[in-house]
């Protein structure tokens, strides 16, 4: 078996030095573990991606530790942060908070944090960076500054590490990382590492491994619809969550002009041609049901186990406007504003209620949406906005009503 593999990523304000931090874990840990040492340079000369349009800067570097294989992400510019969160373009397991201990958390640590919160990352970890220059007793204001936003945005309890990721990289650039005496790691070797060495210890005992969810009601988007010749009509597409035995009675749920939802009784269940008993999370699967005709069903409505999802047509996101830069829209927009809304295999119109009355490309914004059909969404959900064929934003649900 391999190591388990995790995505993580820093966040936090700018110039508090969440790219040095990046390239101290991935200096140390290559000392310690074997894999590739990144410095500063390499990992602030990112290359653009693009995610549904939007122009993201994201430095992927990965590194080892004792148990683990992490990917990690860091951005360059607090827009990258706030656009990557909002898109899920790196869904992290977890996320590294890292504040400066000589000024404390600032505007854009909180923003972060609240956003990571929104987006659904389960657990952090706290580097408090540049203990090299802060002042011993400002040192633990700020940590119990940091545990409070935490605990304020449900991440009481999280680690907390101090150090300076500045001295690490120096002790690596100087050869001495690796003087390693006796004792568990973390403990031994160059002082200055000491501190990564806890941070990552910190990372791999705090973040659990990522499950499939097979415990949950059972979840498939339906992303094709297709006649058997003399047995029925088949849904197919990616088990989001749960397990489905071939027999019971699920749900169709969405795009139905009554908004109501039917229920139907699943009689085979195949994947990869082969006939199974059942359906489980991550597997690309086939339904066939009983009694449903070709029509009655379409791509962008979801199976589920009767009432463990309902459609909703009305809630709040956390919306990210592109710029007319990114292919986005050149001017503002209202309350009023209906676009096509795009959930994975799901298109609808929704109206959109904006703060303050305006929306301005470049902005993020959290906004009230009303849909003109139900559709099974949930918080955690993420969208594009489109005009025509223009995507012009990016949002994520935050709650339904
Ligand atoms: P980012 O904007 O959060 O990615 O911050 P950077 O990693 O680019 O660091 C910003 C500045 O803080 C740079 O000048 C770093 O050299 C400095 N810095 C980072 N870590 C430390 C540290 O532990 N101690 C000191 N004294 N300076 C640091
Ligand atoms: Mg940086």
């Known amino acids: 078996m391999?190591?388990?593999?995790?995505?993580?990523?820093t966040i936090g304000h700018v110039d508090h030095g969440k790219t040095t931090l990046t390239s101290a874990i991935t200096k140390v840990m290559a000392a310690l573990h074997g894999g590739r040492a990144r410095s500063l340079e390499q990992i602030d000369s990112t290359p653009e991606e693009r995610m549904r349009g939007i122009t993201i800067n994201?430095?992927?570097?990965?590194?080892?530790?004792m148990t683990r294989h992490y990917a990690h992400i860091d951005c360059p510019g607090h827009a990258d942060y706030v656009k990557n969160m909002i898109t899920g373009a790196s869904q992290m397991d977890g996320a590294i908070v890292l504040v400066d201990g000589s000024q404390g958390a600032q505007e854009q640590t909180r923003e972060h944090v609240l956003l990571a919160k929104q987006v659904g990352v389960k657990h952090v970890v706290v580097f408090v960076n540049k203990t090299d220059i802060a002042d011993p007793e400002l040192l633990e204001l700020v940590v119990l500054e940091v545990q409070d936003l935490l605990a304020a945005n449900g991440y009481e309890g999280s680690p907390v590490v101090k150090g300076s990721a500045l001295q690490a990289i120096q002790a690596v650039d100087e050869g001495t990382a690796l003087k390693v005496g006796p004792g568990k790691p973390g403990t031994s070797g160059d002082p200055r590492t000491i501190a990564i060495r806890e941070l990552v210890e910190a990372m791999d005992t705090h973040f659990p491994d990522p499950q499939r969810d097979y415990a949950a009601?059972?979840?498939l988007p339906i992303e094709d619809v297709f006649t058997i010749e003399g047995r029925g009509t088949v849904v197919t597409g990616?088990?989001?969550r749960g397990v489905l035995p071939v027999g019971a009675t699920v749900e169709i749920i969405g795009l139905t002009d009554d908004g109501k939802s039917r229920a139907v009784v699943v009689t085979g269940i195949q994947s990869f041609h082969k006939d199974r008993p059942e359906a489980r999370a991550g597997e690309n699967v086939g339904l066939l049901l009983r009694g449903v005709k070709r029509d009655e069903v379409v791509r962008g409505q979801v199976v589920s186990i009767p009432g463990s999802i309902q459609p909703h047509i009305e809630g709040e996101a956390e919306l990210y406007i592109l710029t007319a830069k990114e292919g986005g829209r050149h001017t503002p927009f209202g309350t009023g504003y209906a676009p096509q809304f795009f959930f994975g295999t799901t298109d609808v119109t929704g109206t959109l209620d904006v703060p303050g009355d305006i929306a301005q490309p470049g902005d993020h914004t959290r906004v009230n949406f009303r849909l003109q059909h139900a559709i099974a969404v949930e918080p955690g959900m993420r969208f594009s906005l489109r005009e025509g064929k223009r995507t012009v934003g990016a949002g994520v649900?935050?709650?339904v009503r």
Do not use: C, Q, W
């Not at 391999?2 to 990523?9: A, D, I, T, Y």
């Not at 994201?58 to 530790?65: F, G, R, T, W």
């Open 2 to 9: 391999g190591k388990m593999h995790l995505n993580v990523g």
């Open 238 to 240: 990616r088990v989001d």
């Open 217 to 219: 009601p059972f979840l």
């Open 397 to 399: 649900i935050l709650t």
């Open 58 to 65: 994201l430095a992927h570097v990965e590194y080892e530790s």
